[in-house]
């Protein structure tokens, strides 16, 4: 089934070529009504590099930044996109009694986003997050999703489509490329998919480096907190997921930002294992540190 999606013109105010971070340009587009655009090309100023729009969604995913465990995860989800969808849209809300829905929202208020703000969720994965960001920004924000997986995004895209949302714009990219402009949004948001990526401290990078100065950034991925890991249901826990391990990815967060904090919790799941999981919340100094200026490629 094919849910077609539109990309808005003014999305290229927002967009730039995740290699050379130069800005993009229209380039045989078709448009389905006036500055909206459901599939074509962009072209890259600088490098001349063209990306296919597909769908209203931009593949800013040029295939040398799919590799090592990205690609073996993209892959993987690819293959199990309909299944995360049943899981996470269907079976965990009603199984986790809605704490799955509660602890979302306490993510996404960790933004600290208001009306008509702009946010991201990096590795937006099917748009689970999508409806927790949509309702902080209102109907007059702008939220983007991106994801390294086609196979994840059309399920965000059958999601959007089906609620009728009108300022949600897709993209797929590497996290770790991303393919903003700096300073660019007023929150970003990822949740669930950093303990696997290629280069942590290069995805942590971008999405600071795309964050307004002052803006939020707030991460959470699977953990299970270090003193529990003993425990007899800690140890169950780490059985059955090897994710849970994980400890947070701090340092390479700690050289960027302001504020930073690292909180474990547990979404609790009554008729299934619990969640264990880390975040961690931080704000974009207003000035940079002269570390972490974008590396373009
Ligand atoms: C566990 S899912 C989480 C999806 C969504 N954020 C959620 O909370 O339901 C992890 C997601 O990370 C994406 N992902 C994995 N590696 C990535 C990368 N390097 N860049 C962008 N997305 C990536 C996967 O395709 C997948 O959609
Ligand atoms: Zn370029």
Known sequence: MIYELEMREEVLEFLCCPICKEDLELHKVLKTREHEIASGFL???????????????????????????DKRWMIAYDRS???????????????????????????VARLGLRRGD???????????????????????????????SKGMLAYAARLVKAKGWHNVELQRANAAYLPYRDNMFDGVLHVGGINTFEDKARALAEMVRVAKPSARVVIVDEGLEPDKRKTLIGRFLLRTNALYFSMPPEKPLREQVEDLKVEWGVVPCWAMPMWPFYVMEARKPLREASGFQHRPQ
Do not use: Q
């Open 43 to 69: 072209a890259c100023s600088k490098c001349g590099r063209l990306y296919e729009v597909k769908n209203g969604i931009p593949d800013l995913l040029p295939p040398e930044f799919i590799k090592g465990s």
């Open 81 to 107: 996109a309909r299944s995360y969808y049943i899981l996470m849209h269907i079976i965990m809300p009603a199984l986790s009694l809605w704490t799955e829905v509660l602890a979302r929202s306490e993510w």
């Open 118 to 148: 702009i946010a991201l969720d990096v590795s937006t994965g099917t748009g689970r997050n999508l409806p927790f960001l949509l309702k902080r920004v209102g109907h007059k924000g702008l939220v983007f999703g991106m994801d390294i």
